[in-house]
């Protein structure tokens, strides 16, 4: 089939496109930037000639906003707020003036739309919010307006004639620095629609997983990380620069609607998906 992936450019956009084409489907990626075959220009914001590429697909994959691996400046949450949903606005407007409408419209979401918490993990009825504990900083509550906004789009675009689904999706590791879901799953479970938390089954605290990660790595010592250190290697001028939120908000989430719709997943626990993860990643690297 024909899959279109708006936003398709980055890391998991990246390995999604390859995944696909080895399974013989045709991708287009709408990109603001082609450089390769296979890439049509957009802007994210207004219609235009790529809306035909949507015309006649089978599966739409939005994956474009801006990224969020950055300083969390009033600017910067602006851009991402407007990246998600006019890109959301603008592909629900192709989807909906389609003659031939893809079957599925899968969003991009995250499991940031949950509140702060350290206790019982959420499923997909878990409390929306960004509180949690008075300690939580005022723009992490931004982040969860960003991600209601974000799915509110794709939830009141006119697509009738379109299965939406929005991928609330946790941390995701991988040997390639992004992951990727078996998204052709989604076609043949036709109940399947509205929020769904891509997420294991399993949630872990970050003592109990970075120790597991250290010992699959072979790795016998680990530093303590307290939240002023993980401030100074997001804001350093030489670390991360990037936002605390992303290290020290807890997504702690289960995937209830997958359980129930009997998903199997290949390593439900953290221990057998850090083995292989390290196994891949040495591979990868000819260790």
Wanted: proline share 6%; net charge positive; hydrophobic share 40%.
């Amino acid at each position: 089939m024909k899959i279109v992936i708006p936003g398709g450019s980055g890391q998991v956009g990246a390995l999604l496109e390859r995944a696909f084409t080895a399974a013989g489907h045709s991708v287009v990626v709408l990109s603001r930037d082609p450089v390769r075959a296979g890439e049509v220009r957009w802007d994210g914001r207004t219609l235009g000639a790529w809306a035909g590429e949507i015309d006649g697909c089978g599966v739409v994959v939005n994956l474009a906003g801006r990224s969020v691996s950055c300083r969390y400046t009033p600017a910067n949450l602006r851009e991402m707020m407007d990246s998600r949903v006019r890109s959301a606005r603008v592909v629900g407007q192709a989807i909906g003036r389609a003659e031939r409408p893809p079957r599925v419209w899968l969003q991009a979401s995250t499991a940031t739309i949950y509140a702060h918490t350290f206790g019982p993990p959420h499923d997909e009825r878990g409390v929306i919010g960004g509180g949690g504990e008075a300690r939580v900083p005022g723009y992490w509550a931004y982040s969860v307006e960003i991600a209601k906004s974000w799915e509110r789009e794709q939830a009141e675009a006119d697509t009738p004639h379109t299965r939406k689904v929005a991928l609330r999706s946790a941390m995701v590791m991988s040997p390639s620095r992004a992951g990727v879901f078996d998204y052709l799953s989604w076609l043949a479970r036709p109940e399947l629609s509205g929020a769904v938390n891509l997420a294991a089954p399993g949630p872990l605290p970050q003592r109990t997983f970075m120790r597991t990660l250290r010992q699959a790595w072979g790795m016998p010592i680990g530093l303590p990380a307290t939240r002023q250190m993980a401030a100074i290697g997001a804001f350093g001028a030489f670390a991360l620069r990037s936002d605390t939120e992303l290290l020290l908000k807890s997504r702690r989430v289960i995937p209830g609607r997958l359980l129930d719709a009997g998903f199997r997943f290949s390593h439900p626990a953290w221990h057998g998906a850090a083995r292989d993860l390290v196994r891949r990643t040495r591979a990868g690297r000819g260790c």
